[in-house]
Each structure stands twice: as structure tokens, then as C-alpha cells.
């Protein structure tokens, strides 16, 4: 559950599955479902192909159901939604679904679910650029980290939130602006404390966020550097949906810069990340 502060996420797959299949060998049924759920969720997390994360989530429900571990399967379910919503499918019901869960874990007080929802439902906010919904959300939404803090869920919404902040910034102006400046400095400060205490799964998500603080600032020139150093990390560490939110973070600053050309170009390459992620409902938004 917890490599991933020193070592690359994907190291972590393989044993996450070994923890599966031994609790299963030794009657903990209990901790073989929660690696189970935390290796589908960190393999959603390295950009693995949404439709097979449908397939394998689709197939441990079956799993939970028959080992009777409900409290497993609603974070499942969560995912699920989460996913289906990504590639355009029952994108309504989705929405339905990850409110019921809040309610429910409202109702059992059951905060690691709520936080996972929360970190779920930030990151369908961000990756359909809906930044208004997006800082809304965070505002209310409390210390997610708090109850998410030994997983690596913890640290994507961190970087979900500091760049929700730095786009509420941009767009901002007076005391508002300073506040939300003030808000994402003080997450990305997490962020840049884990990088440098060896956590190489930050690394793009400072470049991003350092892009987007050069943008507010009018940086020009560090902004084409960071979101370049952005699209370059992402890419060679095989997260394939930052990469394609790189590249569309990368054209709206081109566009605003008046540089259609490397705004177009941008543009493509994000629509061929999230193409080849299977986050279609993302592509029909592009087209």
C-alpha cells in the first residue's frame, strides 16, 4: 500500500497481487480484497487502458460479493463509476452512484469512502476541465488526506487540488486571487516536500503545477519549459492520462498566448493520450 513514497507506482502492482493471492491462501480473505481494490486503483492511476480497469473492477465485484466483503466492494463500485463516467457510459448514472456512496458512507461514518468518492469525484472535475465545480468542491470537501493518507490516492488528489487552486487563481482577481494563490502554494508545498524526500511518482505533477504558476505569474518562458519537462516525465513514466492533461493544459496557454499553431498541435496530442487511455467521453469533448 505504501512503496509508492519511494519507489515507482508500478513497482508496486506485482506485490499488491502477491498480498491478493496469499490472503486468499490463508483464510484473510479481508486483506486480500484490499489489495485486490488498491492494485486496480494504482493501475488506474499509471494510465493502464480504462476498459480493461472496467473488465478487472467488473470481475473483483464478483469476487467481493462472494467473499461477502461489502465494505471492499463500495470502493469498487466507487472506482467503477468513476471509470465508466471517463469513457462516456451511463455518464448520469455515474454521477447517481458516487452520490449514493457519499450518502452511505454519511450514514456508517465511514470516512476512508468518503474520502475515496471525494478523490474520485475531483478527478472527473479536472479531467473535464469543470474548474468552477472543481474549487467549489475542494472548499467543502475537507482534509481528504487525512483519511486516505498511507495510499497513493492520497497524493493524486493532493495535485488535483493544488492545480484546481492555481486555475481558480488565473481566473481570479483581488483578494479572491491572493486566497487561491495562498490555497495551492500552501498543497503544492506537500508536494514539492515528498519529491524532495524521494518520491518519484511527483515529479510530472510539480512540472504541471509549476507550468500553471508560471502562467499566473506571466512567466513565459518557465511556463514552455515546465509544461514541456510535463509532457516528457509523464510520458517516459508511462502515465498516459497526465500526459494528455499536460499537453491540454499546454494548449489553452498557447491559445491564450495567441499561438494557434502550438495550441493545435497541443490539442492533437492530448486528444491521442486520452484516445489511447479509452477516456472517450474526454475525445468528445476534444472534438
Known amino acids: 500500500f505504501c512503496y509508492h513514497w519511494t519507489s515507482p507506482l508500478q513497482d508496486t502492482i506485482a506485490p499488491l497481487l502477491d498480498g491478493y493471492q496469499i490472503g486468499l491462501e490463508i483464510g484473510d480473505t479481508s486483506t486480500a480484497c484490499w ?8 493501475l488506474f492511476c499509471v494510465g493502464r487502458s480504462l476498459d480493461c480497469i472496467q473488465k478487472e473492477l467488473e470481475a473483483s465485484i464478483r469476487v467481493m460479493t462472494l467473499l461477502n466483503h461489502d465494505d471492499v466492494k463500495l470502493n469498487t463500485i466507487t ?5 465508466k463516467k471517463l469513457r462516456g457510459i451511463d455518464a448520469n448514472a455515474g454521477d447517481k452512484i458516487l452520490d449514493s456512496m457519499l450518502a452511505t458512507a454519511a450514514s456508517n461514518r465511514d470516512s476512508f469512502l468518503s474520502a475515496a468518492v471525494n478523490s474520485m469525484k475531483l478527478e472527473v472535475f479536472v479531467f473535464y476541465q469543470e474548474w468552477k465545480e472543481a474549487v467549489d468542491f475542494v472548499r467543502k470537501a475537507g482534509n481528504v488526506r487525512l483519511f486516505l493518507s498511507s495510499f497513493f490516492g492520497a497524493v493524486r488528489y493532493t495535485f488535483f487540488e493544488a492545480l484546481t487552486y492555481v486555475r481558480a487563481a488565473q481566473s481570479a482577481s483581488g483578494w479572491k486571487r491572493r486566497q487561491m494563490k495562498k490555497c495551492a502554494l500552501q498543497t503544492i508545498q506537500l508536494i514539492r516536500g515528498w519529491a524532495k524526500n524521494g518520491n518519484v511518482n511527483v515529479v510530472h505533477y510539480l512540472y504541471i503545477l509549476e507550468a500553471e504558476l508560471a502562467v499566473l505569474h506571466g512567466k513565459n518562458k518557465k511556463a514552455k519549459k515546465s509544461f514541456n519537462d510535463a509532457i516528457i516525465t509523464s510520458s517516459r513514466n508511462g502515465f498516459i492520462q497526465d500526459r494528455a492533461l499536460a499537453h491540454e493544459l499546454a494548449s489553452a496557454y498557447f491559445k491564450a498566448q495567441g499561438d494557434d499553431y502550438w495550441g493545435n498541435y497541443h490539442i492533437e496530442c492530448s486528444r491521442a493520450c486520452y484516445q489511447e487511455w479509452g477516456c472517450i467521453g474526454k475525445v468528445e469533448r476534444l472534438l
Open 35 to 42: 489489495c485486490l481494490i488498491t492494485r486496480i486503483h494504482y
Open 79 to 83: 472506482l467503477l463509476a468513476t471509470v
